[in-house]
Each structure stands twice: as C-alpha cells, then as structure tokens.
C-alpha cells in the first residue's frame, strides 16, 4: 500500500570525528523515502529551492518515489549545520537555515488525500496539521518531531500528537514533552495523549517500542565505524513504515510492529556507515534481509 | 561447582531523586555473593570493621554463603557517600572511605585454592593480583573494576586484565580503559590483552557481550520504579557467574554465556526496585525464571 510523506529535503553541512562534509543531500523526507522505497511505493511531499541538485531529484524518481508533492521553489533549500563528537548519540546544531521552508503550504495532490500511511516527518507542526487536515481515514498515522519544535510551538504539536497513531521520536525528546525520565511512564502519559504506540529510538542502543501491554527492545546494531549518524532516525522510520505498508490490507499485529522495527533498525544501520544517503541508496534487498538475520543472531537466547 | 569472590563490603550512603539512606549494607561482594547464591555454591573474601552488623553476616551465612574469607578487623567498614541524579546512569561519588580495607591482605583459605570460578569484583588491583596468585587452574575468572582504579594502578590493572578471562565492566570503563570510543573495537583491543570475552554494562541499556566472532546484545528490563541503581552492576555478575558455576563440569558454549548474561540481567533488574540488597535477598526461583522468561517477550521478533 502506499505510504505518504512529509518532511524537510535539505543540505547538511557536518562535522564529525570521522570527517567533514559540506552542503551534501540531506533531509527527513529524503532518508526517509528512500529508506521506505525498499519496501513500498512512497509519495512525497517537500520543498527544495532552485539550488537542489537535479540529480539527486531523478534518482528519487527513478526509485519510483511519487515526486507530485515536491516543491520547486524560489529561494535556496533548506540547510542544517551541526557536529557531533565522539558521543554520535547527540547532533548539535550550529545553524539552522529555514530558507524555502519559510513559507511552505503543503499542497497535497488530490489523489493522495487517500493514501492508507502517512508520515510526519520532523518539521513545523503547523505543517504536519496541514497534512492531517488533508487527509482521510489513514490507517496508520505517525509522526515525528524534535527538540526546536517542542520548545517553540508546544501547543500544536500537541495538537499533532492527539491525531497520530505511532509517535516515532527519540528518548531526549520522550522526556523533554513528557517531563518525566522513566521511559515507561512517559510512554504512557503520550498513549493517554492519543497515540497506540511509542517508538523510542536510543541511537547506539537501539529501540525500545511500547504499545498498550507490550514492550520490544531492540538493539542497535553493533558497528565497527559509524561515519556519520545524520538520517539514522529518518532511515529507521523509512524501514519501519515502508515494511508495514508492505503488509497490505490485513489488520496489524504486535508480531508486524515488531518486525517493521527490525527491517527499520537494520536498514538504519546501514545509513550510519557513510555520509548522506550514500550507502542507503545503494542497498539490495539481500542486504537488508541479512542484515536482520544478524539482528537475530544478535539477540537470541535460548533457556 | 564453587564460587569464590573477592570484593569489598560497605556501608553505602545515596542520595537519589527517590530518596535518601545513611549507611546502609552493600558492597560489591555483598551484592555479587547474595545473588551467585541462588546458583551456586559461594565463597567470599572481603574485610569489614567491627561496625559491621551482625545480622547482616547471619544473613549471608544462612544462603550458604562460605564466610570463612571475611575478615573482622578493628577499624571501621569500608564506606560509601554518593548519589544519582536522573539519569541513573551515572554515579557521582562524594566520598570514599577505605578504612579497614587501607591494609587488607586477603589469604585464601587452603581449601579455597582450587576454586573453579572466580570474581575479583571491585577493590584495588593489587589484591585482585593477591587472589589470582592464590588459587589454582581456575576454570573460569571474571574481573570487575572501575574509573577510581584505571586512574591510580593502570599498571597493575593491565597486569590482572591479561590474566582473566572475562571482563564485566560498565561502558565507561572500557572507554577509559583502552582509550577507544567505539565498543567493537575497543573490545578486540581488550581481548587482545588476555580476556576470551568482554561483557560491558550499560546501565538502562542493558549488556552487550562481545566474544571472537560473536556479539550478544540484552536490554535491560524497562522498569517503572528504579529506586536504587548501587549494586546492579555487581548484582549482574553475581547472577552471571552463578549461572556458569551452576553448569557443572562440562564446556561451556556461546549459549551458556548468553543465558548467564540473561539470568544476571534478571537478578540486576530486581536490585535496582529498592535500596540496598532489600529486594535481591527476597527472590524466589520463580521469581527469577519468570523475569528471564519476560526477556524473551521483550526482545523476541518472528521473520
């Protein structure tokens, strides 16, 4: 089934102990498509500025992601600065350059208000209402957001959480909305709020996704050199909702969250070994099966 | 078969979010010996004053815990100031008071020298080294230790860590210790001094176990009350190295390390719901077995 999203396409310029970039492909929407696009047609919706590389444009589409949604506006694209140290867990931000995004109205193409999977990626909620205002009876709503949006427009991005069906953020945002440390108890004050699951991405240490009774920890996937931990959360989203759009019309289980977190955990490991989508894009379908059968390896018990 | 530990016992006082306590008993083979107890057979070295109360000695006597390694000397017990903030990770030391444990000699009683299974939990290196020099062909030693040692003996340490094989300590620790941020590899540089095997504790995340060409990763249990952190870690590797004592005299394999982890993992996530060895000397078999079998659902996924 398809799987529509919304969020930021952008140029990120990072620095890390491993390296330095400057203006590469980055973004929400990007890692996110692309990372869903292994398991389900995606639609897009965004804005660049005249500045975006067409290339990266062509390859999208040529993944067959829907790019009706996607803007081409004046101005430049939107950009993020940022570090990170050795801890790869937290991004600081030098600058944020909102640029196109300043004035974005997203326009969803009238054949889309049907789509079954929605994804609010992390930018303003006033876009994200936007979205749930256009669309009709989704099967599964879920969202993304970040510290910036907390701080500055709590009020709505409440709103957006009342109307979501997965909340997918991770565990300094969990206790910055929440104002409580135990991830357990904050996970049920946001399920009092709406939402039927959280899914709390840890960054080295993996996922933990709660849900009404149930809980699933899963591991990051232990890696011997991490480039670049950028698009990571927006890859894991990508995997986790394009592998429950995969599963077609039939009701969803524990058993297909719990999965869709893996093919998410596995194919956000890959996004990690290198700046920008590089190694994400360049993934088979024999990589990402293998790499949850390591995840299992990984895991397993037996008493 | 026998377990012998070597460690400190304390009177700890910690200050948490969750409430305050002036000298209460602990001590890392406090802690380790109650919970190996309820796998094996356990033999404890440690020195305490004649502070130390009675009750408590009854206490680990009446588990079958052998005392004949535990010295009563004139002085004070070894003694403990710190607290927790939020984040239960991290425990920030306000004082440290060695007291009788300033001039401790441990001496292994004869028939303790051949010992199958050993914990040198953590005390200064220099009696760890004591201990290796007493026992005899151990089967299986593991080693505890911590920043406060990597800092004041990193000579004397690095001469106990090529002389184990299995090392329990918390992911700080293996950062400090080999000067490497990424745990893969600061793992293989570890392994390449001496131990077969790294298990490294992280706290609400869990463990992850690293072997040559294999890696375990276990949450920890997600808790809605975590009272008390002091002791887990210790706890852990009491349940750990109870679980591979209990094995017998056959070789040991991947799947016997991964349930040891699991079971240590277990009796840990008992200690943790309340000060000092309060919950962890009231299990039952049931009670453990239980909280393993929850592990399973909590990590199990189905492709």
Known sequence: MSLL???SMAFDSIK??????EKVVGGSATYFSIAASYFAPVRL???????FPRRTIDKLSSRGIDLRGLKI??????????????DLNTAHTVRTDLNVFRDFVPDLPAEWRD????????????LQLDILAQVRNPRIVALDTMNFWIEKSPQLLREVVRNVDVLVI???????LTGEFNLVRASRMLMDMGPKRVVIKRGEYGVLHLSDGEIFA??????ETIFDPTGAGDSFAGGFMGYLASRGTRELAERDYRLATMYG?????????????ERLEALSRDDIAMRVSSFRSLTEFRV
Chains 1, 2 share one sequence.
Request: a negative charge.
């Open 73 to 86: 506006a004046d101005g430049e694209t939107f950009h993020w600065k940022g570090y990170y140290e050795y």
């Open 16 to 21: 890390s102990p491993f390296g330095e970039v």
């Open 5 to 7: 999203v919304v969020g």
């Open 265 to 277: 955990s596995a194919i956000a490991s890959f996004t990690v070994e290198a700046f920008s989508t």
């Open 115 to 126: 789509t079954p999977y929605v994804f609010l990626g992390n930018i303003d909620p006033r």
């Open 170 to 176: 991770n565990e300094a945002e969990v206790r910055q």
């Open 218 to 223: 899963a591991p990051a996937y232990p890696l």
């Open 45 to 51: 919706v965004s804005v660049v500025g005249r500045d």
